[in-house]
C-alpha cells in the first residue's frame, strides 16, 4: 500500500514538473539582471502564476523582432499572458497581452490598466532600475488582471473625456469716419497727344534707318550647290539606342495570422475563437 503510494506521488510530481517545464518567465537576452534579481524576479512570476493564472513574461534583448507570432511560444500551456518585452538598441519597452482560448474577447487588462502599468514602470526604467521595474510590472499586471474592470477594445481609455467649448462669432467692428475725400483725377487732351507725337516722330525716325541699310547691302554671287554636290544614300541600318524590359513577379501568399490596431500604446494583432494577442501599449525611455 505505502509502496503504490509512494508511486502515485512521484507520478504526480512528474507530471506537474512536466506541466510548468515549458512556463518561462525571464528571457534576459540583454544581460539586465544579475542572477539574485532574476531569482526575485522569477519567484514573483511564478507565486501571481499560482494564485491569479495569469502568466508574467519578460524578455529583453537589443532588438525585439515580431513579437505577436511568438506570444503562443512564450505562454506554453498557459491561458492568460502579459508580456514586458525591453528592446534596449531602440530604448523601449512594450506590454503585450495574449488568451489561448478566446483572444481579445478574454483579455482583462484595459486601455487605461495597461497605461498604469507603462506610465508605472517608466521611471524606473529611465533610471537603470531594470530588476525594480520588472517587479513593479509583475504586481501592476496583477492587479489589473485580478480586478473586475472589464475590457472594452472600442474605448481608447478609460478616463477618456472630449469637451467642446463655445466659440463666439467675430463680429467685425463698425466705425464711423467723418471724413470722405473725393478724389477726380485730371484730365486734358495734352497730357495724350504729347507723348503719342514723341512716340510715332522716334518710330519714324528707326524706319529710316533700317530701310537705308537694306538699300546699302550688296549682295554676293550664290554658289551652284546643285552642281557640284550630289548625295546618294547607299546603306541604311537601325540601331537600338535603349531597350526596356518590364518583369512581373507575383508575390507568394502572405501568412495568415490575425490583425488590428488599437489606441492607448498602439493595439496590434487580434483575437478569435482560438485565441489570439495584441501588443497593448509602449513607452520609450
Known amino acids: 500500500m505505502r509502496r503504490s503510494l509512494l508511486i502515485w506521488l512521484c507520478v504526480c510530481l512528474l ?36 494564485e491569479s493564472g495569469l502568466l508574467c513574461v519578460i524578455v529583453t534583448d537589443n532588438g525585439i523582432g515580431d513579437m505577436l507570432d511568438m506570444l503562443p511560444t512564450y505562454a506554453g500551456s498557459a491561458v492568460d499572458m502579459a508580456l514586458l518585452t525591453i528592446d534596449m538598441s ?50 501592476l499586471a496583477e492587479e489589473s488582471f485580478t480586478n473586475t474592470e472589464a475590457f472594452d477594445p472600442a474605448v481608447p481609455g478609460d478616463g477618456y473625456e472630449y469637451n ?35 512716340g510715332l516722330f522716334a518710330g519714324g525716325i528707326a524706319v529710316l534707318c533700317v530701310w537705308g541699310s537694306y538699300k546699302k547691302k550688296v549682295h554676293g554671287a550664290t554658289y551652284p550647290l546643285g552642281q557640284y554636290a550630289k548625295l546618294d544614300l547607299i546603306d541604311a541600318k537601325d540601331t537600338f539606342i535603349t531597350k526596356n524590359v518590364v518583369v512581373t513577379r507575383i ?17 496590434h494583432g487580434g483575437g478569435g475563437s482560438r485565441g489570439g494577442g495584441a501588443r497593448m501599449g509602449g513607452r520609450s525611455f
Open 15 to 50: 507530471t506537474v514538473s512536466a506541466f510548468a517545464a515549458d512556463l518561462g518567465y525571464v528571457y534576459d537576452d540583454a544581460d539586465l539582471y544579475t542572477d539574485e534579481e532574476e531569482t526575485k524576479i522569477i519567484a514573483a512570476a511564478e507565486a501571481v502564476y499560482s
Open 90 to 139: 531602440a530604448r523601449q519597452f512594450d506590454l503585450y497581452q495574449y488568451n489561448a482560448v478566446k483572444g481579445e474577447g478574454a483579455f482583462r487588462i484595459s486601455s487605461s490598466e495597461t497605461d498604469t502599468i507603462l506610465d508605472g514602470i517608466l521611471p524606473d526604467m529611465a533610471d537603470g532600475n531594470y530588476a525594480d521595474a520588472a517587479l513593479l510590472f509583475v504586481q
Open 164 to 198: 467642446e467649448y463655445y466659440t463666439p462669432e467675430y463680429m467685425a467692428p463698425e466705425h464711423d469716419y467723418p471724413y470722405v475725400t473725393e478724389y477726380e483725377p485730371a484730365f486734358s487732351i495734352g497730357t495724350v497727344l504729347f507723348p503719342l507725337l514723341v
Open 251 to 267: 508575390a507568394d501568399d502572405p501568412p495568415h495570422h490575425h490583425g488590428g490596431s488599437r489606441g492607448g500604446g498602439g493595439f
